[in-house]
């Protein structure tokens, strides 16, 4: 009788001992599941996210070494004004980047500050009194590093779309009269205004309005109202104390109207330029194509995945939980199966005895106890198979829960702490740099199972059953028919 038919008669025969391997195996076997499943749920959630979010790179001054060149510089006003002209962004520049295949759209920042007149005035806030025009130049604003103007009563935020800024796309600014910005208004004096703005100052969509530069009163700027908006936003601290830092003082125009605002010198560039990527998760490709084409000592590519790596948190602890739950499980299981083996080895030793006396190779007894693994590991897959994922969901959503009150606590005190939001105010950089929020955080897991976690599953199953058998195995190598008939 061959050991593959010694095996089949063994587990039918033994039907005790059966039961409690397939009851052993079959729990490790939906351990291991589980935590397969959820991984793979993990995974897929934070490719999920990654394709919802997007990714986005800003290219803009090299600040750090611009600091760095500066304190190499003498602080002569000359030199002061030489290197003001260069902390801005070529548009020649910002096109090449623009070319690359992966960049699904981009936007064009420029950010300055303008002056009231008396029909056109500024939104007062409480401590108003210090918002008129100050002539006091001041070094580069929070985004992109350009040149900041004398603040003013009203924040200009050029751009090539308004579209293209968070701050629309979330729902806190939205348009209710008129159109928004987009690139046919290049070179044009069109603008939005705040509806807050509007209300004070009797304008409509159509009507006319004059600004003032803010570092000369008497150079005017007549602007059109394209479109009004309205922002859910409310003046902060600093908003408070100044007219252009508050959100409802805030101008949106073409960057081209705030180029000639800042001076004949700025035309053709920007503060800074963000590109939208068609594909998140080519970033690092996309920024390594896009240094070849610029001066990385003084320009830089600045990507921003914050709100990913953040809803990625609870999903990468998840990730880790899951693959330990994997290793522990397979190296307890091969461990009490190993023992379970050893236990029936040595039930086992008359016929282990009669075989190698009636002449049987040692391998094939060993081979026998394998088949027997095989056998048991056959049933409890399809045991696994049935009950895994439902374990794995019940498991992958309690963890997710817990790490995501974990997370969204952190994040919340985060945010409640007052961090900056990219430097300066609405225009002046707070703008440019899209006010960061928090993220809305995965709330489910699609854990289901797929013939690749079976197969998976099967094959660690395998390993368990080899590596159970040969520890056991020493003995059975060792043993001699003689003594153990006559013990």
């Known amino acids: 009788m061959n050991f593959i038919k010694r095996a089949w008669y063994s587990i039918i025969v033994k039907r005790g001992r059966t039961f409690l391997l397939i009851a052993v195996f079959s729990a490790i076997l939906i351990f291991i599941l589980a935590g397969l499943t959820i991984k793979s749920a993990a995974l897929q959630a934070s490719e999920n996210a990654k394709e919802n979010i997007g990714a986005t790179a800003t290219l803009s001054i090299n600040r750090e070494n611009m600091r760095e060149q500066r304190g190499n510089q ?25 070319q690359l295949d992966n960049v699904s759209s981009y936007n064009i920042l420029s950010s300055t500050s ?3 007149t008396s029909k056109f005035t500024a939104v ?22 350009g040149p900041q103007q004398a603040q003013g009563d009203f924040a200009i935020s050029g751009v090539l779309s308004t579209a293209a800024l968070e701050a629309f796309s979330d729902d806190g600014n939205t348009i209710i009269s008129g159109k928004a ?27 006319t309005f004059k600004i003032t530069n803010a570092t000369d009163t008497s150079v005017t700027y007549k602007m059109i109202v394209k479109g009004i908006y309205e922002t859910s936003e409310v003046a902060d601290g600093m908003g408070m104390n100044f007219a252009f830092m508050d959100p409802v003082n805030t101008i949106y125009t ?11 010198t700025y035309k053709n560039t920007a503060d800074s330029a963000t590109y939208t990527l068609a594909q998140p998760k080519q970033l690092t490709a996309f920024v390594k194509q896009a240094n070849k084409l610029i001066d990385t000592d003084t320009f830089e590519l600045q990507t921003n995945d914050s709100l990913y790596q953040q809803m990625l948190k609870p999903i990468s602890n998840i990730t880790s939980f899951s693959e330990n739950i994997v290793l522990l499980v397979s190296v307890a299981g091969t461990i009490i199966l190993a023992l379970i083996v050893m236990l029936t080895i040595r039930e086992r030793k008359y016929e282990i005895g009669v075989l190698l006396a009636l002449g049987e190779n040692r391998f094939k007894v060993i081979a026998q106890f394998f088949t027997e693994l095989i056998l048991v590991l056959s049933l409890s897959l399809v045991i696994a198979g049935f009950s895994g994922s439902y374990v794995g969901n019940i498991v992958g959503e309690q963890l997710l829960a817990q790490e995501t009150e974990s997370t969204t606590t952190s994040n919340t005190s985060k945010f409640e702490g007052g961090e900056p939001n990219g430097g300066g105010g609405p225009g002046q950089g707070g703008e440019m740099a899209e006010k960061a929020k928090q ?22 199953g395998l390993g ?11 003995g059975i190598i060792r043993l001699q028919p003689k003594n153990i008939l006559t013990s």
Do not use: H, W
């Open 464 to 474: 368990i059953c080899f590596l159970s058998v040969l520890i056991a195995s020493v």
């Open 181 to 207: 910005i987009t690139e046919a208004d290049k070179n044009t004096n069109n603008v939005m205004i705040e509806s807050t703005l509007a209300e004070q100052n009797d304008l409509k969509v159509g009507d």
């Open 439 to 460: 993220p809305d955080e995965i709330k489910s897991l699609d854990i289901t199972l797929s013939l690749t976690e079976l197969l998976e599953l099967g094959g660690l």
């Open 254 to 264: 073409s960057y081209t109207f705030a180029n000639t605002m800042k001076g004949s």
């Open 114 to 116: 303008a002056g009231a």
């Open 124 to 145: 007062e806030s409480s401590s108003d009194s210090s918002s008129t025009t100050d002539t006091k130049e001041a070094d580069g604003p929070g985004d992109g590093g």
């Open 74 to 98: 003498d602080k002569s006003t000359t030199e002061k004004n030489e290197s003001a002209t260069e902390r801005v962004v070529k548009l020649t520049d910002v096109e090449k980047i623009a």
